[in-house]
Each structure stands twice: as structure tokens, then as C-alpha cells.
């Protein structure tokens, strides 16, 4: 059995505004349940996906392993992140920034954004090294080059004397790697790292990002997307979340071959797959994704599913070991 | 980046000259021009010598009273014989020798009486501007990294009440209470120095400067305390909200980098923007203030150099108001140049 | 022009002004350089190719925005359609003779969120091009844009309701059921689901495909998601830093695709299927490069894992490989 590096128990995140949905706006601030008690383990070398649709809770999952939810207007109010046996959520903010950047580190969807427009490539890289203990700005400007080249950046000299606006998306997405991988981080947390970029650019980052897996041994990824193509080609492990909650957990071939959940089958079916003829149509879902206000008491997917029974809108399922290692939410399988 | 600001300070000379000739002509047409109030002197005088001889004046317009010799004289004085544009050349040929003529009221060198009073404006509108740049901006950025907190609250109610006081009514009742003795001999009534300054020693000029310059400048500074304040305040928020912030907090840095260089540097776009207009507004001076400090300011010189229809005086003050706002734009898009490296200009 | 099409591009050449200033006149940039194609009526042209391609570009210049935004902009070459036998060209038309024409071409975007008025209501926001461009009358209208919403499957509460109390993919529909108020002929969507759901995508794109059929549209869909338009479209044209480097019958193209660019693009999308072994794929280096920065020969040179000597020297021209596939590479 491999080593978990990480364990994530109950986590339960919810966002505060005054709104119920209906276009009627409510007086006090009410929680929306961004996500609510999710429990998974990282094992170490292994590349773990989280996929789902937008708004399903993905990233906030993501934040909350290292406590970067802002607050206000957002609260973690269970949990446990355990993190080699420390526990990150009960540490004080000097204490969890010794993680933060160094044991795990996180990349972004937009590049661009990310990182800051008004700020040399330079300082930002350098500052990761310098804000975790004693290393000079020579040192730290050496190093950064390194990471820089190593992430694949031409021209790394000149280019870190830049702004990140002179600097193209995937070029960005390059630097936004190379600082993440300054302390060779045990966790990268890469969250919809390829979205913004062309899919040429997509499968440089992607190629980019195995290598640096494949050098540094016994690292491991979250990989969050919404692209199933990415979770296929990328990862050994799946969660597919929906409305807060993990649906459906099981390793890759598991779940292409075999999806228990009908929210996964069903998501799998209807995205356009590239080279396979389609008769006419596209399977879709009908609806959209539940807004975390109004979340059905049963079962998340109750208004979109095609197998609904009588009790999924009344009790929501428990996640359930179906084979091994493959656990489903739903109550097609229960009893 | 260098043959824009170049271009730019170019562009300066046919603005100028669009301001300044406008103004030259829309001066010509004003009722009550300096034609006008000498012929209504000499008319007043008519009137009385011709009631003193006993002949009643025949002619209502009184225009014949005055005599074509001394009309024509008139005009020759304030050179209203010759046509618009030639005067206008000739104000401006005078311009380049640094001449601005003389006034009609103080019968002093224009550039004397405007260099004079601009002395005084540059002193309370340099320090007022320092002053609220120095406050506003770390005050801003302290109640947007607390924010909501009890210092936030209070602070910003103080900083409302002082924008909704206008500056002038703040002084009066500031010298009322601290000034001059009625309850509080704090402060002196006005001025720009005590009538003894020359004779004090050097601490005591310092003494006398300060104790002459704190509660004008506190009135001016009144309503963009909380405009500079509030803006620097929103800007942080705003830029805490950014994806970059997050990604500074992922890569472990402190809170307070976060705040004071990531989101700071962000934050001062808006602040640096503001900046130029904001100084020509404070130099600009304050007739309502420096009527109530008996401060004799370049806003003072401008409203009676209106109401006295001193031309010159009008026109050099022009003159130097747009240079100001001219040379102030420029200096905004250098500093915006300057913290935003996104920005080029071509 | 042939009768059975309807559209036909011809040597097309958009050219924005670009900031700097050249010696007397204004330096221009060549965003789209000689793009030829045709469209059958009823025919359905999928562009795809990186951001900055030019696709946009094309577009905007059939649906003639690019003179109404910029109009500077300099377009050669022709536009021509072909309205009830008669062939008119397009290009450089002006916005007063655009008028007739305006409600038979129709263009969405990808923002539906900046593209539809916020404050009008859906129902009136499907209602508009009908006051300008028809003479129908109040009832008729109200007839006609329950009709669209129908079609475009909006349920009727949302007629009374404003863009920002829409999802996403209804936004997307009611931009659908404007362009479609005024019966045009062809249809335009500029990444029409980039911003959806992936569940919504499909119901998007079914949409298009059923109102194609329905309305007896012909349509232009960009997408950078070749899958999507391997499901839409019955043609498809890769375009590369402004040319169109490979075109022809969406399946011979992606089953057979001859132009090294168009083999990369195909295998970098990422398969959606388990596979025990990680196959091998093509890596393009570097980025696609400014358009300031053209590369002399053939302009995809700079990336070209096959890239030899000739390639630099001069340009590649088109040639045909089955009937109506082309490309123009040496090899
Ligand atoms: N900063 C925030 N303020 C309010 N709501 C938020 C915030 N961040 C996320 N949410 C809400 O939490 C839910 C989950 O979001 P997220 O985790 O970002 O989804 P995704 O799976 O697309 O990454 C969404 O409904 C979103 O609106
Ligand atoms: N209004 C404009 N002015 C100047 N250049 C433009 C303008 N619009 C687009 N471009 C340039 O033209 C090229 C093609 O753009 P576009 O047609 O939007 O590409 P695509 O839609 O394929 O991403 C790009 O290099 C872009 O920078
Ligand atoms: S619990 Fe019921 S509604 Fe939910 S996915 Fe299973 S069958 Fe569908
Ligand atoms: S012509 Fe040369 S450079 Fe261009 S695509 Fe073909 S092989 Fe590559
Ligand atoms: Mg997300
Ligand atoms: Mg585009």
C-alpha cells in the first residue's frame, strides 16, 4: 500500500451572501454550501483528478487544503487537512505559510491574472525563496533562472527582467509552475491549469507538467478540470464531484470503462469525443448545475437524472465501496 | 515612450495659444472692460461740473460729455486703438521677453504681483498636498487591511464629517474657537506671517510660520482628505479581491507582503492618476479660505482681478494656471508610465 | 458564382491599422491574408485554428462590423452572396447599403453576456430586430418571438426576465432566438459554448443543429474544440496566423489530415477513454507567432516539426488531395 500524504476528512466550505435564488433577495447573510463533507486521501506519486462541471466545488476544495478561502465571505466550518499527520487547518497563519509554496503548491486557471501585472517576473520568483527562510537575492535570482529554464521558458535571463503582460499565457502558465516548484513541493495542487490556453499549449503544460512528475520521484498532482479528455490522458485516480459532494471515486479505467454514477455515464456520453462519429445528436444532460443556495435535500442530481426513484429526493445517499476502490453516491446501489 | 512625452511637451505651445487667445478676445467683449469704468469716472465728473455751471445736459447718453480727445486717449493708454490679433501678438512677443505688462490696479509689473501672491499659494498648496498624500494614502491602505474593523468605522466617520464641512466654515470656526483670544489664543487670526517676523530668530520664524500655516492648511485639505482616503481604501479592497493575491498567499508570503507591496502597488494606479489634476486644483487657491485666513493668495488675486477687470493680471494668471494643468497632465501620464508597466505610449 | 452557394470568399484581405505610425502612413497588419472558400446553401463551415488566427476576423468582415468598428480597417478581395439569384459583394459595402442585407447575415458571440442589452428584458431584447427590420405589427411580433422562444426552448418566464437572471446557456439561447427573429440566411457563432457548462455545450450545439435544419440555415461556427465541430459541421477550415492551411469535408479532414498544423491540432486534444499505455503526440514548440512577426515562406515554418529548406523560401501553395480537400504544405 502506498504512503497517504494526505487526508482530507469532512470538509465542509460554505460562502455567505444574501440570496436564496428566486430572484428574491433574502435579509441576512445566508451560507451557500460550496462544499460539504468531502473526505479523500493523496497517496504519494500519484496524480489524482477531481472533475466536474463548473460550480460543483472543485476549487474551493482546492483552497481549502491550504486555507486560502477569503473570509469574509467564506468559512471552512469542518474538517481536518492532514497533512503528514499535522493537521493544517488548526495551525496559525505564520505557521501554515511554512506550506504554503513549499509542501504544497498551487497553480491557476488564469495565468494572467495570477500572477501581478505591476511586478517583474524577477521579484515574484525570487520572493518565494526569500519569504522561506535565509536565501540572498543573488542566490534566489540563480535559482529562479533554473526553475524558469527547467519550465521550459526561452530565454529565461532576459525574459524574468519582464512583465508578465509581455509574456504569452502558456509562456505565464510556465512561470506560474517554476515558482511552484521552488521547494520541489511534495503536493502540486494544479487547478484548471490548461483551460484559459490553445489545446497546442494545452499539451505542452500537460507534457511539461508529467516530466517534472516523472523527475521529482515521488511528488504528487491534484488535477482539477472539467475536460475528461484531460483526466484520462493525466491521472491515475478520479473524484467526480457534484454539488459539493463527491459522486463517484475510482481509479481511470474504472471509471471509463465502468461509471457507476449516472451523472458521471451520463457526462460521459455527452461531450463531443473527438475522432468517434455521432449519429445525429449529442447525448446532453438536460438542466443545469444546482445553485449552492438551493441544493436539493436528497440526492444533488435528483433534477437531472434519468433513473430518479422516489427516495433520492427525500434521503441523500451515502458514498458506497461498490468494488474495490470504487466508491458511488447513489441509491441505485444502496441495499 | 521619451518621443511621446517629447510630442507632448510640444503639443503644450498650440494649446496654450488656443487658451490664452480665446480668453484675449472673450475679454474684448465683457461689459465693464477698463473703457468703460474710465469713461463712467470721467462722466461722474461731468455731470458734477456741469450741474455746478447751472447748463442742463441736453444729451442723455452723456457720451458727448466726455471729449473725443480724451476718449482717444483712453484707448491709446490701454491700447484698445489697435485691432484684436495685433494686440494679442504684441501681449505674447511680450510674454516671450517675460513681460506680462502692468496692472491696471496695482500699477505694478504684472509677474510681480502674480509671483508674489503665488509664493504664498505654492506654500500652502505644496505642504497641503504632501501632507494629504503623506496621511490619506497609508491611512487608506491601513482601513483597507482592517477592514470593517472599529478604526475603519470611526476613521471613515471622521473623515466624512470633515468632507461634508465646507473648508472656509471649518476655518472660521476653528479661528473663532483658537484663534486670535476670544476663548483659545492658540493660533493668530490670519496672515501669511506676524508683522514681526523679520526681527524673530530662527526658531522663532519657524514657531510664527507653523503657528500662521495649520489651520489654513487643515481647511483646504478638508474635502479631498476623504476623497483621496476612500479611493486609496476602495482601490486596496479591490485589488485584495485580484487572482494575483491568491496566488501570493498560495506561495506562502506574509500578510503584510501581500498587502503592502502586492496589492499596494496595484492600488497606487488610481492614487498617481489623480495626482496631477489634484495639484493644480490645490495651487489653484481657495478665495472663500484665504478671505477667511486674510491670506493673500493667488485665489484672492483672481477674484479681484475679475471684478476690477485687470486685464493683464487676468491674463497672466491665466498664464500660469494653464501651464500648471498643462506640465500637471504630462507629470500624471509619466507617473501612470511609471507604476504601470502594462501602459506604453506610442 | 455558382448557383448552389451561397457564399463565396475570394482572396480576402483584412488589414487592421496598427498603433505604430511609419513613415507618411499608418503601418498595417495583415490579419487575414488571401482566405478563399464557398459555402453551399444549407452548408455548415466549422473555423478552427489558435486564438489570434484570424477567425474572428473573418467573420466580422462577412456579418461587415469591421468597418463599423474601425474604419480604417482596409478589406480587399470579395464577399459575395447570393440573394435570390443575384450576386452581391460585401466587401467594403457601406452601412446604409448594408442595410438590406443586415437582417440576412446574423452574428452570436461567445460573451452573451456583453452582447444582449442588460437592460431589456428577453422578451423584448428577441423582439427588437423585428421593429427595425419588419413591418410587422404588435401582435405579429408578440407571435413570432413566442414562436423563437419555442424553438430555441425558453420556457415563457423567461420573456419577462433580464440577461443577468439567466443562466449562461440561457443567455445563449435567447442570443440564438434574436439572430433568428429576422429569418436570416446565414448564421454566425463566434465560440458559441466556450463559456458554457460542458452539460449545456451539448444542448447548444443541438440546438444549432436542429434550427440549422429547421430554418434551412447555412452556418459559419467558430470553435476552437475541433470535436465540436466534427459533431456541427459538414466542412471545416483550419486557419493559421491569417490563411487557411487545410480545408475540405470535416471527415476527410480529420480522418486524413495532410497539413502538419492540422495534425498537431488533432493530436493534442486530450481522448476522453482509458488507454494502459500514454500515446504518443505531437508537441508543437513555442507559440503561434504576432501577426507582426510573420515568418517568410510558409508561415507555420517557425513550428513545423517537418519544416525543411523550401519551407523558408517561399510559400506553399494550395493543393488538392481528394476532391474539395485541400492544403498547402510542400510535403
Ligand atoms: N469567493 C467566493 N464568494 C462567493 N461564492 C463563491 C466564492 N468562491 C466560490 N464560490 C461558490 O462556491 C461554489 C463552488 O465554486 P468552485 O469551487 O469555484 O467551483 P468549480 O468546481 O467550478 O471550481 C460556486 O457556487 C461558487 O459560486
Ligand atoms: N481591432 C483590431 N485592431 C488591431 N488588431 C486586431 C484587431 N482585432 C484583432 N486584431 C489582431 O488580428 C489578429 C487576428 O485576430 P482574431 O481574428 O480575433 O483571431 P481569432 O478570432 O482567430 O482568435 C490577432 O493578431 C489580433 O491581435
Ligand atoms: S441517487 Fe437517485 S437521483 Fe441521484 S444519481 Fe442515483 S438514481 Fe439518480
Ligand atoms: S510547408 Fe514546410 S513549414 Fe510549412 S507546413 Fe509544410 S513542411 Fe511545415
Ligand atoms: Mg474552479
Ligand atoms: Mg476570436
Given at each position: 500500500m502506498k504512503n497517504k500524504i494526505l487526508e482530507i476528512k469532512n470538509l465542509s466550505t460554505v460562502f455567505y451572501a444574501k440570496h436564496s435564488g428566486q430572484g428574491k433577495e433574502t435579509k441576512e447573510l445566508i451560507p451557500g454550501?460550496?462544499?460539504?463533507g468531502v473526505s479523500f486521501d493523496v497517496y504519494e506519486d500519484e496524480v489524482l483528478g477531481i472533475v466536474g462541471?463548473?460550480?460543483?466545488g472543485k476549487s474551493v476544495t482546492a483552497y481549502s487544503i491550504l486555507n486560502l478561502i477569503p473570509n469574509p465571505p467564506g468559512k471552512i466550518v469542518s474538517g481536518e487537512i492532514i497533512y503528514r499527520g499535522i493537521?493544517?487547518?488548526?495551525?496559525s497563519s505564520e505557521e501554515i505559510r511554512k506550506y504554503r509554496g513549499a509542501e504544497i503548491s498551487m497553480i491557476f486557471q488564469e495565468p494572467g491574472t495570477s500572477?501581478?501585472?505591476?511586478?517583474?517576473i524577477e521579484e515574484q520568483m525570487c520572493e518565494v525563496f526569500m519569504s522561506h527562510g535565509k536565501t540572498d537575492r543573488a542566490e534566489a535570482l540563480k535559482k529562479s533562472i533554473e526553475l524558469l529554464k527547467r519550465a521550459g521558458l526561452p530565454d529565461a535571463e532576459k525574459r524574468i527582467?519582464?512583465?508578465?503582460?509581455?509574456?504569452s499565457g502558456g509562456m505565464q502558465q510556465r512561470v506560474m509552475i517554476a515558482m511552484a516548484l521552488a521547494f520541489r513541493p511534495s503536493l502540486l495542487i494544479a487547478d484548471e491549469?490548461?483551460?484559459?490556453?490553445d489545446v497546442t499549449v494545452q499539451a505542452q503544460i500537460l507534457d511539461l507538467m508529467s516530466d517534472i512528475k516523472r523527475e521529482n520521484g515521488k511528488s504528487s498532482i491534484i488535477m482539477i478540470t472539467h475536460n475528461l479528455g484531460i483526466i484520462a490522458e493525466m491521472c491515475d485516480r478520479v473524484l467526480v464531484m457534484y454539488g459539493g459532494k463527491i459522486q463517484e471515486s475510482a481509479n481511470v479505467k474504472d471509471l471509463f470503462?465502468?461509471?457507476?454514477?449516472p451523472y458521471t455515464s451520463a457526462m460521459i456520453k455527452s461531450i463531443p469525443c473527438f475522432g468517434k462519429k455521432h449519429e445525429g445528436r449529442l447525448n446532453t444532460i438536460p438542466g443545469m448545475v444546482p445553485d449552492i443556495f438551493n441544493l436539493?435535500?436528497?440526492?444533488?442530481?435528483c433534477n437531472r437524472c434519468?433513473?430518479?426513484?422516489?427516495i433520492c429526493e427525500k434521503k441523500e445517499p451515502e458514498l458506497k465501496?461498490?468494488?474495490?476502490e470504487h466508491f458511488v453516491r447513489c441509491h441505485l446501489y444502496e441495499g | 515612450m521619451l518621443r511621446y512625452f517629447f510630442r507632448r511637451i510640444l503639443l503644450i505651445v498650440p494649446t496654450f495659444i488656443g487658451i490664452t487667445f480665446i480668453t484675449f478676445l472673450i475679454l474684448q467683449f465683457v461689459p465693464g472692460g477698463p473703457l468703460e469704468r474710465e469713461m463712467l469716472k470721467l462722466q461722474m465728473g461731468n455731470v458734477v461740473s456741469g450741474s455746478e455751471s447751472g447748463?442742463?445736459?441736453?444729451?442723455?447718453?452723456?457720451?458727448?460729455?466726455?471729449p473725443e480727445s480724451a476718449l482717444k486717449e483712453i484707448r491709446e493708454f490701454y491700447g484698445f486703438d489697435r485691432p484684436v490679433p495685433e494686440r494679442y501678438l504684441e501681449w505674447v512677443l511680450n510674454l516671450c521677453r517675460l513681460n506680462f505688462g502692468k496692472s491696471?490696479?496695482?500699477?505694478?509689473p504684472v509677474i510681480d504681483v502674480i509671483t508674489s501672491r503665488f509664493s504664498v499659494s505654492i506654500y500652502f498648496g505644496l505642504i497641503g498636498f504632501v501632507l494629504t498624500y503623506l496621511i490619506c494614502v497609508p491611512l487608506g491602505v491601513i482601513k483597507a487591511a482592517r477592514s470593517g474593523s472599529k478604526f475603519d468605522l470611526i476613521s471613515s466617520i471622521v473623515v466624512f464629517l470633515g468632507y461634508s464641512t465646507p473648508g472656509w466654515a471649518f476655518g472660521a470656526l476653528m479661528l473663532i474657537f483658537f484663534?486670535?483670544?476670544?476663548?483659545?489664543?492658540?493660533?493668530?487670526?490670519?496672515?501669511?506671517?506676524?508683522?514681526d517676523f523679520d526681527n524673530m530668530n530662527l526658531f522663532g520664524q519657524i514657531y510664527d510660520q507653523l503657528r500662521h500655516t495649520i489651520l489654513p492648511v487643515i481647511s483646504y485639505l478638508l474635502g479631498s482628505f476623504a476623497t483621496l482616503t476612500i479611493l486609496t481604501k476602495n482601490s486596496v479592497i479591490e485589488n485584495l479581491n485580484q487572482d494575483y493575491i491568491r496566488t501570493a498567499y498560495a506561495k506562502g508570503l506574509s500578510k503584510k507582503r501581500v498587502i503592502y507591496v502586492h496589492a499596494l502597488r496595484n492600488s497606487l494606479i488610481p492614487i498617481v492618476t489623480g495626482l496631477g489634476q489634484f495639484l493644480g486644483i490645490l495651487l489653484a487657491g481657495s478665495i472663500l479660505i484665504e478671505k477667511v485666513f486674510n491670506i493673500q493668495g493667488i485665489g484672492l488675486l483672481a477674484y479681484d482681478s475679475i471684478i476690477n477687470r485687470d486685464y493683464p493680471v487676468i491674463m497672466g494668471l491665466l498664464v500660469f494656471q494653464s501651464l500648471i494643468l498643462l506640465t500637471g497632465n504630462i507629470i500624471t501620464d509619466f507617473l501612470y508610465a511609471a507604476v504601470d508597466p502594462r501602459v506604453k505610449y506610442k | 458564382m455558382k448557383a448552389e452557394n451561397i457564399l463565396e470568399v475570394k482572396d480576402l484581405v483584412i488589414e487592421y491599422p496598427s498603433g505604430r505610425k511609419k513613415f507618411l502612413s499608418r503601418e498595417r497588419l495583415?490579419?487575414?491574408?488571401?482566405v478563399s472558400f464557398n459555402l453551399p446553401a444549407g452548408g455548415s463551415l466549422g473555423l478552427a485554428g489558435?486564438?489570434?488566427?484570424?477567425k474572428s476576423t473573418v467573420v466580422k468582415a462577412i456579418a461587415n462590423l469591421l468597418l463599423f468598428n474601425n474604419p480604417e480597417t482596409k478589406i480587399r478581395g470579395e464577399i459575395l452572396i447570393n440573394i435570390a439569384g443575384k450576386e452581391i459583394n460585401?466587401?467594403?459595402?457601406s452601412r446604409s447599403g448594408m442595410k438590406k442585407y443586415r437582417k440576412l447575415i446574423q452574428i452570436i458571440f461567445q460573451d452573451s453576456n456583453s452582447s444582449l442589452?442588460?437592460?431589456?428584458?428577453a422578451g423584448k431584447i428577441i423582439e427588437e430586430p423585428l421593429l427595425y427590420n419588419t413591418k410587422l405589427g404588435k401582435n405579429e411580433r408578440a407571435e413570432r418571438v413566442n414562436f423563437l422562444m419555442e424553438k430555441t426552448g425558453?420556457?415563457?418566464?423567461?420573456?419577462?426576465?433580464?440577461p443577468h437572471e439567466l443562466s449562461g446557456g440561457q443567455r445563449q439561447r435567447v442570443s440564438i432566438a434574436r439572430a433568428l427573429s429576422t429569418n436570416p440566411r446565414i448564421l454566425i457563432a463566434d465560440?458559441?459554448?466556450?463559456?458554457?457548462d460542458v452539460s449545456v455545450q451539448g444542448q447548444i450545439l443541438n440546438l444549432f443543429s436542429d434550427i440549422q435544419k429547421e430554418f434551412n440555415l447555412t452556418l459559419i461556427m467558430i470553435a476552437h474544440d475541433l470535436s465540436i465541430i466534427e459533431s456541427v459541421c459538414s466542412d471545416v477550415a483550419i486557419m493559421y496566423l491569417g490563411k487557411i492551411i487545410e480545408t475540405g469535408r470535416t471527415n476527410r479532414v480529420f480522418e486524413n489530415p495532410a497539413h502538419p498544423y492540422t495534425q498537431a491540432l488533432i493530436s493534442s486534444i486530450p481522448v476522453p477513454e482509458y488507454k494502459s499505455e500514454k500515446r504518443e503526440r505531437i508537441i508543437l514548440k513555442g507559440d503561434i507567432p504576432s501577426i507582426m512577426k510573420k515568418p517568410s515562406?510558409?508561415?507555420?515554418?517557425?513550428?513545423?516539426?517537418?519544416?525543411?529548406?523550401i519551407c523558408s523560401e517561399k510559400e506553399p501553395e494550395e493543393k488538392e488531395i481528394t476532391s474539395g480537400h485541400y492544403f498547402s504544405c510542400f510535403f
Open positions: 454550501k460550496a462544499v460539504s462541471e463548473s460550480g460543483s493537521d493544517l487547518l488548526k495551525l500572477l501581478n501585472p505591476v511586478m517583474r527582467k519582464e512583465y508578465p503582460s509581455s509574456l491549469p490548461t483551460t484559459a490556453l470503462e465502468n461509471p457507476l454514477h436539493p435535500p436528497g440526492c444533488k442530481f434519468e433513473f430518479k426513484k422516489d465501496e461498490i468494488s474495490k | 447748463a442742463v445736459g441736453s444729451n442723455r447718453t452723456g457720451m458727448t460729455n466726455i491696471y490696479a496695482y500699477s505694478e484663534g486670535g483670544g476670544s476663548f483659545l489664543n492658540v493660533f493668530p487670526l490670519g496672515g501669511f506671517r506676524s508683522d | 495583415r490579419a487575414v491574408d488571401r489558435e486564438s489570434g488566427s484570424g460585401l466587401a467594403n459595402m442589452n442588460p437592460r431589456f428584458t425558453l420556457q415563457e418566464d423567461v420573456f419577462f426576465r433580464y465560440e458559441p459554448v466556450s463559456s458554457l515562406g510558409c508561415v507555420f515554418r517557425s513550428r513545423c516539426p517537418k519544416a525543411a529548406d
